[in-house]
């Protein structure tokens, strides 16, 4: 396989160049993998929520790291953001049907990862709870 040739798009003969920083696809990698990107598409595989649900569910993440990761995987396309117009209001964020299909995989390995530390290590203790 020759570099820069692994991803073609279907639809045309437009050519994905993954290796290359300015390339669309490697963006939008590095946004679903980023620190944050990942736990939001997780977050987000059971039901849609609410801003302040996803960052009650998410420990650790800002408000300000929170809406820059939410902004970028709408962009993608991977999530779906709707405003209720009420005061204040009400933004729901929830995946799309790539973003379902993009997050599978990730809430699957996951998945993995907490079976094996179930098995290998005694009751989860949280830090600083």
């Not at 290359?20 to 736990?39: F, K, L, Q, Y």
């Not at 929520?49 to 929170?66: A, D, N, T, V, Y």
């Not at 209001?89 to 094996?116: C, H, M, S, W």
Request: proline share 5%; glycine share 8%; net charge negative.
């Amino acid at each position: 396989m020759a570099v820069g040739t692994q991803f073609t798009r279907s639809e045309s003969t437009q050519r994905y160049e993954v290796f290359h920083t300015n390339c669309p696809a490697r963006e939008m990698v590095d946004h679903v993998t980023s620190r944050w990107g990942i736990w939001v598409l997780i977050s987000l595989q059971a039901n849609d929520l609410r801003f302040f649900e996803l960052r009650e569910s998410i420990r650790g993440i800002s408000e300000k790291m929170l809406s820059q990761t939410l902004r970028g995987l709408v962009e993608d396309g991977l999530i779906w953001r709707r405003v209720e117009p009420t005061t204040p209001p009400q933004v729901t964020y929830g995946l799309t049907e790539f973003g379902r299909d993009v997050g599978e995989p990730l809430a699957d390995l996951f998945g993995r990862i907490t079976r094996k530390l179930s098995a290998d290590l005694p009751e989860f203790q949280p830090r600083g709870e």
